[in-house]
C-alpha cells in the first residue's frame, strides 16, 4: 500500500473518530442550531489542534474481537498504528490531511441536536453532546447516532461514542500527555 493511500485510510478512520449521534426529542430551532454549532466547533478545534492522542475501538457483530487504532500527532507527523498493517507507521500529515479529520461531520452534518448532561473525565468539566448524522447512500441503517463530551475550558473533545448500524465506535482524545509511542526511523 502506497503511503498516500495509507494515510488517506489512516486519516479517513480518524474522520469516523469524528461525532456522530442523538438520543431522545428534538430542541427548538434556535437552541438546536446552537448545540449543532458547538458540536462543529469542537471537532474544528480537535482537528486544528497541534497535538491530540486519540484511541479508537470499533466493534462489529460477529468479531469476536474488536478493532481498535492508536494515533499520535504531532505537527505535521502522525504515528499511527494500524490494524491492518499490524505495526506502528510515521507519517507527514499535511494540511489537507488535517481538512480531512473534519469531512464527516462537513459531508453528513449533525442534525436532532442537543446538550445531555455535564460531567467530569479525568477531572476535567465536560459537556454531554447528543446528536444524529443522515448518511445518504449506504447500504445498512440510514442514520448514525452519536454522544460527544466536549470540554468545557478549550472546547475540544474528550471522548466520542457513535452507533451505525450494528457497528460501535468510541474514540479517546488526549491533548496533554502526547508523545510518540517511539521514534520511527
Not at 500500500?1 to 469516523?16: D, H, K
Amino acid at each position: 500500500m502506497s503511503g498516500t493511500r495509507m494515510r488517506r485510510n489512516l486519516m479517513g478512520a480518524a474522520v469516523l473518530a469524528a461525532p456522530v449521534f442523538l438520543f431522545g426529542a428534538a430542541a427548538p430551532a434556535a437552541a438546536e442550531e446552537a448545540v449543532c454549532a458547538s458540536i462543529g466547533r469542537a471537532v474544528h478545534a480537535m482537528a486544528a489542534s497541534e497535538k491530540f492522542h486519540s484511541k479508537l475501538e470499533a466493534r462489529t457483530p460477529g468479531r469476536r474481537r474488536p478493532v481498535q487504532e492508536e494515533r499520535f500527532v504531532l505537527g505535521d507527523l502522525v504515528y499511527a498504528n494500524s490494524p491492518a498493517a499490524g505495526r506502528w507507521v510515521k507519517l507527514h500529515l499535511t494540511e489537507e490531511d488535517r481538512k480531512g479529520l473534519e469531512t464527516g461531520l462537513l459531508a453528513h452534518p449533525p442534525q436532532d441536536c442537543r446538550e445531555e448532561a455535564r460531567q467530569e473525565i479525568g477531572g476535567v468539566p465536560v459537556r454531554v453532546f447528543a446528536y444524529r448524522q443522515a448518511m445518504t447512500g449506504q447500504d445498512e441503517a440510514k442514520v448514525a447516532e452519536s454522544r460527544l463530551w466536549v470540554a468545557e475550558a478549550d472546547g475540544r473533545p474528550r471522548r466520542y461514542e457513535g452507533r451505525y448500524g450494528g457497528v460501535a465506535v468510541s474514540v479517546v482524545y488526549d491533548y496533554e500527555r502526547v508523545t510518540p509511542p517511539f521514534e520511527l526511523q
